[in-house]
C-alpha cells in the first residue's frame, strides 16, 4: 500500500535483462518518493524520485548479480533501452525524470552474445 512517502511503480525487463533480477519480468514496487543523500550524488537530500535515483534504488534492493552488466557509474549501461511509459527515456529527460505514481519502467537489454 503506497502513502505519501512512497510510489507505486510498475518495473519490467526484458532481452535478458531479467536474469540480472532473479529471473523475473515484472515487479510492482513501492518507491520512496523522495530521495536520500547520498555521499557520491551531488544532487540533493529529499528531491522528488527520479530515475537516477530509481537505478540507485534498484541496484540496492532488486539487483540480484552481475551489476556491471546494467549499471555504468549512475545510469545504465549504454545498450540498455528505458522505456517511461512506453516512451524512449531521451525524450523523457532521462534520468532527471520524475517518476510519477503507476508509471511502467521497462528495462530492455540490445546486447546479445554471438
Not at 57 to 73: A, D, P, S, V
Amino acid at each position: 500500500m503506497a502513502s505519501d512517502e512512497t510510489i507505486n511503480v510498475k518495473i519490467e525487463f526484458g532481452g535478458g535483462a531479467e536474469l540480472l533480477f532473479g529471473n523475473i519480468r515484472s515487479h510492482n514496487i513501492a518507491l520512496p518518493s523522495k530521495a536520500p543523500a547520498t555521499a557520491n550524488k551531488a544532487k540533493q537530500e529529499g528531491r522528488p524520485a527520479d530515475i537516477t535515483f530509481l537505478i540507485d534504488w534498484m541496484k540496492e534492493n532488486m539487483l540480484k548479480e552481475r551489476e556491471e552488466l546494467f549499471i555504468e557509474g549512475e545510469t545504465v549501461r549504454p545498450g540498455i533501452l528505458v522505456l517511461i511509459n512506453d516512451v524512449d527515456w531521451e525524450l523523457e529527460g532521462e534520468g532527471d525524470y520524475v517518476i510519477q505514481a503507476k508509471d511502467e519502467i521497462v528495462f530492455i537489454s540490445t546486447l546479445h552474445g554471438g
